[in-house]
């Protein structure tokens, strides 16, 4: 079955520091893959997504990712975080029809000044 | 504005309750889906509606009744829920099948149950 795993619940680091959040995914063909933002109190916003082609794939809010077969990743990266960045990160990979989302249970990202 | 709205934004009610979640989606897609989340669980796809017309239910209690009348507008009836069901129910809409478009969601109601 179709599995996403986000290995770190929680991630603190300062602001104008770099950032990558992990993501491993679990799927046997060539995987849709997503990153979602979501603010407290919120529902979750599209960041980037990867179907094919080139391995990094940009997004907005000056975030990137970097599709990795041999490794089953997808982690998300940022050169810079700005305060604003606090929230809470989810992948997800599309599995099967129906364009169903299969979601990682995120992670929660603290930004100190 | 997410195209994507949900109403009530907050809800509490009693356990031998009946209401109704509400989502609009004006983005012209043809899929809608439910996703339940709660604290320290990921995400869980409820149900999923291509065209108007149920195509997934995973294995939702039937005190949950979903409801798809056109390709705009989704409701998730709810009677006789339990505490556990408190939560944040998200509605997400997208346009293919595939994969491919990633989901719109709307902002969700947190739903508490007392």
């Known amino acids: 079955a179709q599995s996403v795993t986000q290995p770190d619940i929680h991630i603190t680091v300062s602001e104008g520091a770099s950032l990558e959040l992990r993501c491993n995914y679990s799927?046997?063909?060539?995987?849709?893959l997503f990153w979602y933002v979501q603010s407290p109190g919120q529902g979750l916003q599209l960041l980037l997504k990867?179907?094919?082609?080139?391995?990094l794939v940009q997004g907005i809010k000056g975030f990137e990712a970097e599709f990795k077969r041999s490794q089953s990743s997808f982690n998300l990266r940022k050169p810079s975080v700005h305060w604003s960045d606090a929230a809470e990160y989810f992948c997800?990979?599309?599995?099967?029809?129906?364009?169903?989302?299969?979601f990682g249970a995120g992670t929660r990202l603290a930004v100190h000044p | 504005e997410t195209g994507v709205t949900q109403t009530p934004r907050h809800l509490v009610m009693g356990m031998t309750n009946k209401k109704s979640l509400k989502c609009e989606q004006h983005l012209g897609h043809n899929a809608m889906y439910w996703y339940k989340q709660s604290a320290k669980k990921p995400l869980e796809l409820m149900f999923v509606y291509s065209l108007e017309e149920r195509v997934e239910n995973n294995s939702v209690p039937s005190r949950f009744s979903p409801e798809c009348p056109n390709s705009s507008h989704l409701f998730l009836h709810l009677h006789t829920l339990q505490p556990e069901d408190s939560a944040l129910y998200l509605c997400?809409?997208?346009?293919?099948?595939?994969?491919?478009?990633?989901?719109?969601f709307g902002s969700g109601t947190r739903l508490t149950v007392v």
């Open positions: 997800a990979v599309a599995s099967g029809g129906y364009n169903k989302l299969i």
């Open positions: 997400a809409s997208s346009q293919d099948h595939g994969g491919e478009g990633g989901y719109t």
């Open positions: 799927y046997g063909a060539t995987p849709y």
């Open positions: 990867y179907f094919s082609g080139d391995t």
